[in-house]
Protein backbone atom coordinates (compact mmCIF):
# COMPACT_ATOMS: atom_id res chain seq x y z
CA UNK A 1 0.00 0.00 0.00
CA UNK A 2 2.64 2.79 0.97
CA UNK A 3 3.92 2.05 -2.86
CA UNK A 4 0.42 2.91 -4.19
CA UNK A 5 -0.01 5.74 -2.16
CA UNK A 6 3.41 7.61 -3.46
CA UNK A 7 5.02 7.71 0.08
CA UNK A 8 8.23 9.88 -0.59
CA UNK A 9 10.73 7.16 0.46
CA UNK A 10 9.27 4.20 -0.87
CA UNK A 11 8.30 6.44 -4.74
CA UNK A 12 9.98 5.54 -8.04
CA UNK A 13 12.16 8.74 -7.71
CA UNK A 14 13.60 8.30 -5.04
CA UNK A 15 14.82 5.22 -5.87
CA UNK A 16 16.14 6.81 -8.99
CA UNK A 17 17.89 9.61 -6.86
CA UNK A 18 19.18 7.19 -5.29
CA UNK A 19 20.61 4.94 -8.43
CA UNK A 20 21.64 8.14 -10.06
CA UNK A 21 22.13 6.41 -13.53
CA UNK A 22 24.70 8.27 -15.48
CA UNK A 23 24.90 6.57 -18.85
CA UNK A 24 22.91 5.69 -21.27
CA UNK A 25 23.48 1.78 -20.06
CA UNK A 26 22.73 2.82 -16.54
CA UNK A 27 19.37 4.61 -17.34
CA UNK A 28 18.25 1.46 -19.84
CA UNK A 29 18.90 -1.01 -16.58
CA UNK A 30 17.05 1.11 -14.09
CA UNK A 31 14.05 1.13 -16.61
CA UNK A 32 14.45 -2.48 -17.71
CA UNK A 33 14.40 -3.91 -13.67
CA UNK A 34 12.76 -0.91 -11.40
CA UNK A 35 9.69 -2.63 -9.72
CA UNK A 36 8.58 0.50 -8.40
CA UNK A 37 6.98 1.82 -11.50
CA UNK A 38 5.07 -1.64 -11.76
CA UNK A 39 3.64 -0.13 -8.63
CA UNK A 40 3.44 3.81 -9.54
CA UNK A 41 1.99 2.92 -13.38
CA UNK A 42 -0.40 0.43 -11.75
CA UNK A 43 -2.80 3.43 -10.33
CA UNK A 44 -2.68 5.22 -13.55
CA UNK A 45 -6.56 5.31 -15.53
CA UNK A 46 -7.14 4.50 -18.79
CA UNK A 47 -6.84 7.82 -20.59
CA UNK A 48 -10.44 8.61 -22.29
CA UNK A 49 -8.31 10.86 -25.30
CA UNK A 50 -8.18 7.43 -27.28
CA UNK A 51 -11.10 6.49 -27.67
CA UNK A 52 -10.77 8.88 -30.62
CA UNK A 53 -8.49 5.98 -32.54
CA UNK A 54 -11.52 4.52 -34.96
CA UNK A 55 -9.89 1.52 -35.00
CA UNK A 56 -7.12 -0.82 -36.58
CA UNK A 57 -3.74 -1.79 -35.50
CA UNK A 58 -2.08 0.13 -32.36
CA UNK A 59 1.44 0.14 -30.94
CA UNK A 60 1.59 1.32 -27.29
CA UNK A 61 5.45 2.13 -27.06
CA UNK A 62 6.42 2.16 -23.13
CA UNK A 63 2.63 0.77 -22.52
CA UNK A 64 3.81 0.37 -18.81
CA UNK A 65 1.27 -2.01 -16.73
CA UNK A 66 -1.17 -1.70 -19.80
CA UNK A 67 -3.72 0.38 -18.50
CA UNK A 68 -4.06 2.25 -22.22
CA UNK A 69 -3.41 -1.04 -23.92
CA UNK A 70 -5.62 -2.89 -22.14
CA UNK A 71 -8.47 -0.16 -22.67
CA UNK A 72 -7.86 -0.07 -26.09
CA UNK A 73 -8.45 -3.42 -26.65
CA UNK A 74 -11.44 -4.07 -24.79
CA UNK A 75 -12.73 -1.44 -27.57
CA UNK A 76 -11.80 -3.74 -30.03
CA UNK A 77 -8.27 -2.57 -31.63
CA UNK A 78 -5.33 -4.87 -32.21
CA UNK A 79 -2.90 -3.66 -29.38
CA UNK A 80 0.84 -4.70 -29.75
CA UNK A 81 2.93 -3.09 -27.04
CA UNK A 82 6.69 -2.61 -26.14
CA UNK A 83 7.68 -2.26 -22.90
CA UNK A 84 11.54 -2.88 -22.03
CA UNK A 85 10.09 -3.27 -17.99
CA UNK A 86 10.02 -7.41 -18.22
CA UNK A 87 8.26 -6.74 -14.63
CA UNK A 88 5.50 -4.31 -16.28
CA UNK A 89 5.41 -6.38 -19.55
CA UNK A 90 5.08 -9.82 -18.06
CA UNK A 91 2.50 -8.20 -15.90
CA UNK A 92 0.71 -6.41 -18.74
CA UNK A 93 0.64 -10.09 -20.57
CA UNK A 94 -1.26 -11.53 -17.48
CA UNK A 95 -3.86 -9.04 -17.59
CA UNK A 96 -4.27 -9.66 -20.82
CA UNK A 97 -4.46 -13.12 -20.43
CA UNK A 98 -6.54 -13.30 -17.92
CA UNK A 99 -8.99 -11.31 -19.61
CA UNK A 100 -8.88 -13.38 -22.55
CA UNK A 101 -7.73 -10.99 -24.93
CA UNK A 102 -6.13 -12.27 -28.06
CA UNK A 103 -5.65 -9.10 -29.43
CA UNK A 104 -3.07 -7.52 -27.10
CA UNK A 105 0.59 -8.69 -28.44
CA UNK A 106 3.89 -7.71 -27.18
CA UNK A 107 6.64 -6.37 -29.55
CA UNK A 108 9.90 -8.07 -27.95
CA UNK A 109 12.79 -4.92 -27.07
CA UNK A 110 15.05 -6.67 -29.49
CA UNK A 111 16.29 -6.78 -33.52
CA UNK A 112 18.86 -9.46 -34.43
CA UNK A 113 19.30 -10.38 -31.03
CA UNK A 114 20.59 -6.98 -29.48
CA UNK A 115 18.51 -5.18 -26.88
CA UNK A 116 17.13 -2.15 -29.46
CA UNK A 117 13.71 -0.90 -28.35
CA UNK A 118 13.51 1.22 -31.15
CA UNK A 119 13.99 -0.79 -34.42
CA UNK A 120 12.57 -3.70 -32.88
CA UNK A 121 9.46 -2.07 -34.17
CA UNK A 122 9.00 -2.57 -37.99
CA UNK A 123 5.15 -3.13 -38.31
CA UNK A 124 2.58 -0.29 -39.82
CA UNK A 125 0.06 0.86 -37.34
CA UNK A 126 -3.30 3.00 -37.97
CA UNK A 127 -1.96 4.53 -34.54
CA UNK A 128 1.28 5.04 -32.09
CA UNK A 129 1.01 5.92 -28.55
CA UNK A 130 3.82 7.02 -26.48
CA UNK A 131 2.22 8.19 -23.37
CA UNK A 132 4.19 9.33 -20.63
CA UNK A 133 7.56 7.45 -21.89
CA UNK A 134 9.31 10.14 -24.18
CA UNK A 135 10.92 12.26 -21.25
CA UNK A 136 12.61 8.99 -20.30
CA UNK A 137 14.34 8.70 -23.27
CA UNK A 138 17.86 9.69 -24.36
CA UNK A 139 17.60 11.09 -28.02
CA UNK A 140 14.20 10.80 -27.89
CA UNK A 141 14.04 12.57 -31.33
CA UNK A 142 15.43 9.35 -32.84
CA UNK A 143 12.47 7.24 -31.35
CA UNK A 144 9.84 9.53 -32.68
CA UNK A 145 11.57 10.30 -35.87
CA UNK A 146 11.34 6.09 -36.45
CA UNK A 147 7.70 6.11 -34.80
CA UNK A 148 6.41 8.00 -36.94
CA UNK A 149 7.59 6.21 -40.03
CA UNK A 150 5.75 3.42 -38.70
CA UNK A 151 2.14 5.34 -38.85
CA UNK A 152 0.05 4.07 -41.67
CA UNK A 153 -0.63 7.61 -43.86
CA UNK A 154 -3.80 9.31 -42.39
CA UNK A 155 -2.81 7.81 -39.00
CA UNK A 156 -2.33 9.02 -35.71
CA UNK A 157 0.53 9.47 -33.30
CA UNK A 158 -0.65 10.20 -29.30
CA UNK A 159 2.41 11.46 -27.17
CA UNK A 160 0.17 13.10 -25.20
CA UNK A 161 0.83 12.87 -21.04
CA UNK A 162 -1.43 11.79 -18.43
CA UNK A 163 -1.19 14.91 -16.87
CA UNK A 164 0.61 18.25 -16.62
CA UNK A 165 3.85 18.09 -14.65
CA UNK A 166 5.53 20.67 -13.44
CA UNK A 167 9.81 20.76 -14.77
CA UNK A 168 11.59 18.29 -12.35
CA UNK A 169 8.95 15.86 -10.89
CA UNK A 170 9.77 13.22 -13.24
CA UNK A 171 12.91 11.64 -13.83
CA UNK A 172 13.78 12.99 -17.35
CA UNK A 173 17.15 12.76 -19.67
Not at 35 to 55: Q, R, S
Not at 63 to 91: H, K, P
Not at 96 to 104: H, L
Amino acid sequence: MPYLLRVPDKHFESEFAWCAPKTRNELTWFYRTNTMYLFANAVHPYVEKLDKIPGGRVLDYGAGVGCNAIGMARRGLDVDFLEISRVQADFLRFRAERKGMKNVREVPPYKNGTFDPVYCIDGEYDAVVAMDVLEHIPDYHVVLKHLISRVRPGGLLSRTPRSTRRRGTSPST
